[in-house]
């Protein structure tokens, strides 16, 4: 069990680039999860896979948000035409899918992102 | 849907000193509660959970939490804090049936442990 890795950790960005953020999750874990952490706040959910299917996306991902994880392994994450209000830090979790929810979430360490 | 209350966004407390995160949840449908503490620049690491059974669960770290399900609270408490435990706490709840876990956070708890 070598952890969620999340790359890169700090992403510095000028308002209207694009930016990719990357998740590996733990090898043996199918569901895969997205959260934004703003200041002051508990994660909120973004968005959920498993395996390679995209199955949930929450009201909080615009469409300028798209997320992927083409072979059921890593995923990527990419914000186009980021805004100040996009300044975050976004959080990749895996957990396994046998049996029911409660398994814990596995979290990464994130990658905070700042728009200036 | 779910909802989970953490009224407490700061605590401090002295070291060796007893403390109590308090946490409330609503929720239409049965749940599983969670506890995860966050150290800074890190991701959320478990650091308990309540799934059935005894109603008082014990995590890492020693800390513990009670299951109150008419006051529908899970606590956290630790009875002597370190330095250590200083970080940030979040209550979580999970829909027990569905097809994934839609996990709902709180807005976390901040405590600092003042030597």
């Known amino acids: 069990d070598t952890g969620v890795s999340q790359n890169p950790r700090h992403k510095i960005t000028k308002r209207g680039q694009n930016v990719t953020f990357r998740c590996d999750p733990i090898s043996e874990h199918n569901r895969l999860y997205w959260y934004r952490q703003t200041l002051g706040q508990g994660p909120e959910f973004l968005t959920y896979?498993?395996?390679?299917?995209?199955?949930?996306k929450s009201r909080l991902l615009s469409d300028r948000f798209s997320a992927e994880r083409p072979k059921g392994s890593f995923s990527t994450l990419e914000i186009q035409r980021t805004e100040q209000g996009d300044s975050a830090m976004y959080l990749c979790a895996s957990s396994p899918a046998e049996g029911n929810n409660n398994s814990p979430l596995h979290f990464g360490n994130g990658t905070r992102l700042t728009v200036t | 849907a779910q909802s989970v209350t953490q009224l407490d966004s700061q605590v401090p407390v002295f070291e060796e000193a007893p403390v109590e995160l308090r946490c409330n949840y609503s929720?239409?449908?049965?749940?599983?509660l969670f506890w995860y503490v966050q150290y800074p620049n890190q991701g959320l690491q478990l650091l308990l959970k309540y799934l059935s059974g005894s109603t008082l669960v014990k995590g890492i770290n020693g800390f513990e939490a009670e299951f109150n399900k008419s006051q529908t609270s899970f606590h956290l408490r630790k009875p002597s804090v370190h330095i250590s435990d200083t970080a940030e706490y979040f209550c979580?709840?999970?829909?027990?049936?569905?097809?994934?876990?839609?996990?709902?956070f709180g807005t976390g708890t901040k405590l600092q442990v003042i030597p």
């Open positions: 896979f498993q395996n390679e299917a995209q199955l949930e």
């Open positions: 979580a709840v999970n829909p027990r049936s569905g097809g994934y876990q839609k996990v709902t």
């Open positions: 929720s239409s449908v049965s749940v599983y």
